[in-house]
């Protein structure tokens, strides 16, 4: 069974930062493309970020990039997402997610392609 459990998250003062994480179970963790999601009240879900299997490759939505940075840790099946200059558009439930095929990626977000894990991390942002 999948298991992703996300934590890190927390009330912040915009320009401030958090890391946050996600570490998963039941799965080989180091053959899977790894996403980070987020959704705000009242909004859609929003791909925030991706990292290939291998961890060489990130990929960052346009409204994070430049502000974020996604990483992982194969040997600790340990999913991060380092997070700078918060902005109180960022606040959100982030939710980490398991691309379903291993080793690929179809380059696009859909909720169906994704396995989703636990009941994500609320990340608050404001003065």
């Known amino acids: 069974e999948v298991q992703l459990v996300e934590s890190g998250g927390g009330l912040v003062q915009p320009g401030g930062s958090l890391t946050l994480s996600c570490v998963a179970s039941?799965?080989?963790?180091?053959?899977?493309?790894m996403t980070w999601a987020r959704q705000g009240a009242g909004k859609e879900l929003e791909w925030v970020s991706t990292?290939?299997?291998?961890?060489?490759?990130?990929y960052y939505g346009d409204s994070v990039k430049g502000r974020f940075t996604i990483s992982r840790d194969n040997e600790k099946n340990t999913l991060y997402l380092q997070m700078n200059s918060l902005k109180a558009e960022d606040t959100a439930v982030y939710y980490c997610?398991?691309?379903?095929?291993?080793?690929?990626?179809?380059?696009?977000?859909?909720?169906?392609?994704?396995?989703?894990g636990g009941q994500g991390t609320q990340v608050t942002v404001s003065s």
């Open positions: 997610a398991k691309f379903k095929t291993p080793r690929y990626w179809n380059g696009i977000f859909r909720n169906v392609d994704y396995d989703f």
């Open positions: 990292i290939s299997a291998d961890g060489r490759r990130p």
């Open positions: 039941g799965f080989t963790f180091s053959t899977y493309v």
